[in-house]
């Protein structure tokens, strides 16, 4: 089965931090493009970030400076690590696979698949 599985979403005061953690299983990621996406209420999901197989990630500017993805190719994993949340960060958050090695683009269809995503809720 092939699948991606979030966790870590919660809620927190503005300022404050999470780790959001994803598990896949099913398949390897060892040679794929990884990322993040988000739903924001009331906005269209996006792509937030973006991981090479080897560590290197990309993302967009809201996030640039706070946020910061990494991958465990052998435990099968990502994490973004999130901090100094603010209340615009607020969103379903969702772990996700890129088909391709090209740059990373925020466009969801940049993305072929993704988890049932983890709530962020951040609180001023």
């Known amino acids: 089965q092939f699948e991606l599985v979030e966790s870590g979403g919660g809620s927190v005061q503005a300022g404050g931090s999470l780790r959001l953690s994803c598990t896949a299983s099913?398949?390897?990621?060892?040679?794929?493009?990884m990322g993040w996406l988000r739903q924001a209420p009331g906005k269209e999901r996006e792509g937030i970030a973006g991981?090479?197989?080897?560590?290197?990630?990309d993302y967009v500017d809201s996030a640039k400076g706070r946020f910061k993805d990494s991958r465990n190719n052998i435990k099968n994993t990502v994490d973004l690590q999130m901090d100094n949340l603010k209340p615009e960060d607020s969103g379903m958050y969702y772990c996700?696979?890129?088909?391709?090695?090209?740059?990373?683009?925020?466009?969801?269809?940049?993305?072929?698949?993704w988890g049932q995503g983890t709530q962020v809720t951040v609180s001023s």
């Open positions: 991981i090479y197989p080897g560590g290197a990630a």
């Open positions: 099913g398949w390897s990621i060892f040679n794929y493009c």
């Open positions: 996700a696979k890129r088909p391709s090695w090209a740059a990373f683009s925020p466009r969801v269809d940049s993305f072929d698949s």
